[in-house]
């Protein structure tokens, strides 16, 4: 049975679709089975991530409301894709969401849910059908508030079981006392560390690819490092 965690953050822009992808991939790489679900309506972007956006056809809008069948909605790959739908539907519910992923998680490892900016209804429903959550924070004050404020919404709906991600991570800036420090990040949200992702260039540059970063790259390395802390090996917990 999958485990099913939602990214989250509160504020936009953090790397929650970016740590989706790189941390699915690094799971697959571990030979797990991992299904990403874009639960960002209208503003997918985990197709293009990877590479894969004139292939989407169905969305778990579709598969939802029962347009279409899982095996149509699912993009296969090395990681297996269930794109947004471009665009809210009324009909759309918390608990058919968890009913609908419910019905996944035979075939899967991992399910990771890409969850939107916010704390409104897109954040709840995506909830809904997580069993823990990892929220995404870059190393400042206002995206650190917003992911403590975003992690009090979830524990609201029960879900308490949470880790932290640091992306965008910076040496220098953290020891010039520019950027909050891994101990700061942690005491301001509330959450325990699952690990740092830094600053690399090539998470950028991939977006335009579609493909994977260098396995060597930073990034990659810290994808890799989170994905064995979250399969339960002891890793230490941050980039060096
Ligand atoms: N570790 C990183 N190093 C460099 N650039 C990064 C890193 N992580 C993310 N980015 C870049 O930051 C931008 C925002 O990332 P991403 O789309 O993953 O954030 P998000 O939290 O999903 O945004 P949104 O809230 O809009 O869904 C993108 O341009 C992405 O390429
Ligand atoms: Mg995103």
Partial sequence: MAQTILIFSGKGGTGKSSVTVGLGRALAAMDKRVLLVDCDIGLRCLDLLLGAAQDVVFDWGDLLLDRCSAADAILPGEVDLLAAPRRYDPSFDAAGFAAMLQMLQANYDYILLDAPAGIGTGLLLAAAGADSAVGVTTPDAVCV????????????????????????????????????????CIDETGIRLLGAVPRDPA????????????????????YERIARRLCGEKVPLVCD
Avoid: M, W
């Fill in 145 to 184: 508030r917003s992911c403590c404020a975003a992690y009090s919404a979830l524990r609201a709906q029960g879900l308490t079981d949470a880790r932290l991600i640091i992306n965008l991570f910076e040496v220098r800036p953290v020891l010039h006392g520019r950027l909050l420090n891994v101990d700061q």
């Fill in 203 to 222: 998470v950028s540059f991939c977006s335009v690819t579609g493909k994977a970063p260098d396995e060597f790259s930073p990034a990659s390395l810290a």
